[in-house]
């Protein structure tokens, strides 16, 4: 269990706000469990540690709580500049809801208002397969009590653009089709008689996003959610087996995050010969 987080101002390193407002990212991507992994091409122009910044740490394996800054191989006179999170808090851990949205929050506080969040997760449904990705357009919040009969659906993108984004990840290589994300709280993974349950309501589930998405939508941001289905629900055994089943998918979902970037927001890289998003050859 992570400690409750010291008063913010006495945690950031000096200028960690300032390298990162000043770096210019057009998007950032926030890294699931076994997910991360540098673009093709990639250029590290900087690192910030979660610490340096003030967010908040995670224990769990596969998270490295860094902020790698990255600019984007040349495609054209284009170049695409990314914020990579690599690692994310979970409830699960006791951090509350304020703090698991810091780093979207403060992102958006920087200017970088386009937030890819991607997930390792598992399937509800026969026809998802390990090792594909759902682009969600929704995302079914059953980490908060619910105040009716049926759990928030906290919306993400547009079926319209899910789909595009989808056809995107495909071509290069990386399987995938729309859905919607159940949210759960964890730590544990779902039983059979769950997963049965669960299927109402989504196509994957897992531990995180909503109080991202929520925070991103609060702070004026926009997101992508890029679910990396890693196993069956409930046909798991351990987070070392999530990790190395994330892994197998890690390369292509990174070969492609420039290209879905650019799918989800059509304007993020200048049209026109020559000029295309980073990582997609």
């Known amino acids: 269990m992570n400690e409750a987080p010291a008063p913010l101002g006495r945690r950031v390193a000096p200028r960690a706000r300032e390298r990162l407002a000043a770096f210019g990212a057009q998007a950032a991507v926030v890294f699931g469990s076994g997910l991360e992994a540098l673009p093709e091409g990639a250029v590290l122009e900087d690192e910030l540690g979660y610490a340096e910044l003030g967010w908040p740490r995670t224990a769990v394996p596969g998270h490295a709580n860094v902020l790698r800054l990255v600019s984007g191989a040349a495609a054209g006179e284009a170049r695409l500049r990314l914020a990579l999170a690599c690692g994310r808090p979970h409830a699960y851990e006791g951090w509350p809801e304020e703090e698991l949205g810091r780093p979207v929050r403060e992102l958006a506080a920087a200017g970088v208002t386009r937030i890819v ?16 990705a ?107 087996e999530v990790l190395r089943r994330g892994a197998r998918a890690a390369r292509d979902l990174a070969a492609g995050i420039g290209a879905a970037a650019a799918a989800r927001w059509p304007g993020l890289v200048p049209s026109g010969p020559g000029r295309a998003a980073a990582w997609t050859s």
């Open 117 to 132: 969040l991607t997930n390792s997760t598992g399937s509800l449904r026969a026809e998802v397969e390990p090792g594909d």
């Open 134 to 240: 759902v682009v969600c357009r929704a995302v079914a919040d059953l980490q908060r009590s619910p105040d009716g009969a049926l759990p928030p659906q906290l919306p993400v993108c547009d079926a319209a653009v899910a789909q595009a984004v989808a056809v995107t990840l495909t071509a290069r290589g990386l399987a995938a089709r729309t859905g919607v994300y159940c949210a759960v709280a964890g730590p544990q993974f779902e039983t059979r008689a769950e997963v049965g349950w669960l299927a109402a309501y989504g196509d994957v589930v897992g531990m995180s996003a909503a109080p991202e998405v929520r925070a991103a939508a609060a702070a004026g941001a926009t997101c992508l959610l890029v679910a990396v289905v890693a196993n069956r629900a409930a046909e798991v055994g351990s987070h070392d």
